[in-house]
């Protein structure tokens, strides 16, 4: 079977090839495609193609140049070379003709006379120049070069030139990054905001030679805006803006990295009120830069206001200022940061001295109670507690030994030194409020705290409090294991500490004397109730004594003699507690022990 003739068409139009392409693809040849000159002499001299239809307005190589080469090259001596172009003077086609081509169909190209055009071509026929006209033709092409080779020779200059300046653009970006990078290493240990501000900003007023520079950032109350100028050597406060001022609302409603300059600010809403604030002049070239939080909430944390009287703002300047802008802000967070940490490394030393101090006088107090023995409880209990607030004794002195190290360092935190940092605090914090609550508990069962005045309870503190101080006090015995799950949403209650201390010690002496091995506190409920659970796994109690369980003076009931577990004798106690808060108490039975449930109003 013989192979189908290989055509090459060598366009720069697609639209122009696929209607090509489209034609002789039915007619039966093998097509192919090249879409500028100097790729389609590489096809040309790789296929060997029968035929090749040649635009002449090419990109790079013209079709004339291209003809040219190829006709240059003995191995292309069989190939047909057919300009293919909307050039359909005379002067045109001798020029094709003189180049190397061996004949013309002039664009555009007629659908039903194409393909025998291009047949006829394949199957001998050539045009030939007239006779006298190759010299004509000849000057007419090298006139052609000529003009493309000045037309390249301009578009190669004018690229230089473009070349040379984004050399010189990037140079002057390497310069300013380069001092950009110098300036957030040298500020890395200042810590006073002045000195950190003077220095940012100073140099960005040096780079961008700015008439007028402002920054304002959100003070830490959250309720204004305070503001620094910064002149030449100098940084001076300017008076506050409020949060509601129309020039703070427009700013917070920018997009994220929005810089306005010249006219984009110019005809912006607030242009008056910056020239009524001494942000920028009435016909200077101005510039505002906001800066939007860092914690992800996208809320304004501060801007830049500037301007200069000679030029407007190129992007790489308004690129710069960002960058400036943005290690003014790190800075200043992270100075922030260092201070708090400072303070509160100090404040955590004194608290330290002074826990210890009252671990010391708690110790000798107990002494002192042991020795009497009208006390001998109570100093038993000052000694559990003693011992219990060793843990968290502990806890403080390594993680403030250890917090103190890092607050010795200058430099900035690494991101791994401020989790660290934040561990430990998290797990001081933890300890302090852990010994807080137990000496505030061991106060008032020692008759010092104001339990019995109403004040405003966090139930879960005031469970988990107590909970310590029944296990030092062996109400709640080691052996008895108390799982705590406490859910509800909102456990912040009005009334008297000692009242619900009480009703706590009550649920749990009921859950031990049934010989229980495990207790389970739970609470639970929504925004309007509060919800005790007290379940133990001991012995089963008798329904009849359940129905009984909350009413007064037990003992004098007929069945109080009955055998096995009986209701604790604190329930009527809880009961007339919690009914005085609004409350209800109920018991009911499980497969195993018991379950007590309290529910509380908490409006």
């Not at 055509?7 to 090509?20: A, F, G, K, T």
């Not at 493309?148 to 002057?172: D, I, T, V």
């Not at 659970?533 to 007064?552: M, N, Q, R, S």
Request: charged residues 20%; aromatic residues 6%; glycine residues 8%.
């Amino acid at each position: 079977m013989t192979a189908a003739p290989r055509i090459l068409c060598i366009e720069d139009n697609p639209m122009n090839w696929r209607l090509v392409q489209r034609l002789l693809s039915q007619a039966g040849y093998e097509m192919h495609w090249a879409e500028d000159g100097l790729k389609g002499c590489d096809m040309a001299l790789a296929l060997k193609p029968a035929l090749i239809l040649l635009d002449i307005n090419l990109p790079g190589l013209s079709g004339f140049e291209v003809a040219t080469k190829l006709r240059q090259n003995a191995s292309m001596d069989a190939t047909l070379i057919v300009a293919l172009t909307a050039k359909t003077m005379r002067s045109d086609r001798e020029t094709a003709l003189v180049t190397g081509c061996d004949g013309f169909i002039p664009k555009p190209i007629d659908p039903f006379l194409f393909v025998g055009q291009v047949e006829a071509y394949l199957g001998g026929q050539r045009d030939h120049l007239e006779q006298g006209r190759e010299g004509a033709a000849l000057r007419q092409f090298s006139q052609q070069v000529v003009e493309h080779l000045e037309a390249q020779l301009k578009e190669a200059q004018e690229g230089n030139r473009k070349l040379l300046a984004a050399q010189s653009e990037l140079e002057q970006r390497s310069h300013h990054l380069s001092r950009l990078l110098s300036l957030s290493k040298e500020i890395i240990p200042i810590v006073n905001d002045g000195d950190i501000l003077l220095r940012v900003l100073g140099q960005l007023r040096e780079e961008l030679r700015l008439d007028r520079l402002r920054a304002y950032r959100v003070h830490a109350s959250g309720t204004y805006f305070e503001g620094w100028e910064i002149t030449a050597g100098s940084c001076s406060e300017t008076p506050v803006l409020a949060m509601v001022h129309p020039l703070v609302a427009w700013a917070t409603g920018l997009a994220d990295g929005a810089v306005l300059t010249g006219n984009d600010l110019r005809q912006s809403g607030p242009w008056e009120q910056g020239i009524d604030l001494g942000l920028w002049s009435p016909r200077a070239q101005a510039m505002m830069l906001p800066l939007r939080s860092r914690s992800g909430d996208e809320h304004l944390w501060g801007f830049l206001a500037a301007d200069r009287s000679d030029q407007p703002f190129l992007p790489f300047e308004t690129e710069l200022a960002a960058l400036h802008a943005g290690i003014l802000q790190v800075s200043l967070e992270n100075a922030r940061l260092i201070a708090h940490l400072a303070d509160t490394s100090r404040a955590l030393g004194t608290s330290y001295e002074g826990l210890e101090s009252a671990y010391e006088a708690l110790k000798e107090a107990q002494r002192a109670l042991g020795a009497q023995n009208q006390k001998t409880a109570l100093g038993t209990l000052f000694m559990s507690m003693a011992q219990r607030l060793q843990a968290p004794v502990g806890v403080l002195k390594q993680e403030s030994a250890a917090l103190t190290l890092f607050m010795d360092r200058p430099e900035i935190p690494e991101p791994g030194d401020k989790v660290e940092c934040q561990r430990s605090m998290h797990q001081i914090c933890e300890a302090v409020s852990q010994m807080d609550g137990l000496v505030r508990s061991l106060l008032r069962r020692a008759g010092q705290g104001e339990a019995r005045s109403p004040e405003w309870i966090h139930l879960h503190d005031l469970l988990s409090q107590e909970l310590e101080l029944l296990r030092a006090e062996g109400t709640l015995p080691d052996a008895l294991s108390v799982e705590l799950n406490f859910q509800a949403p909102r456990d912040l209650l009005f009334g008297v500490y000692s009242d619900f201390a009480e009703v706590l010690g009550h649920l749990i002496g009921h859950a031990a004397q049934g010989q229980a091995t495990r207790v389970a506190l739970r609470t639970w409920g929504g925004n309007s109730h509060f919800r005790i659970e007290v379940e133990d796994d001991g012995e089963p109690i008798e329904a009849a004594l359940l129905d009984t369980a909350f009413e007064p003076f037990p003992d004098l009931r007929p069945d109080a003699s009955a055998t096995g577990r009986k209701p604790g004798p604190g329930l009527p106690s809880c009961g007339q507690l919690m009914r005085a808060y609004g409350g209800a108490v109920q018991i009911l039975p499980g497969e195993r022990g018991s379950l007590v449930r309290i529910s509380l109003p908490m409006e």
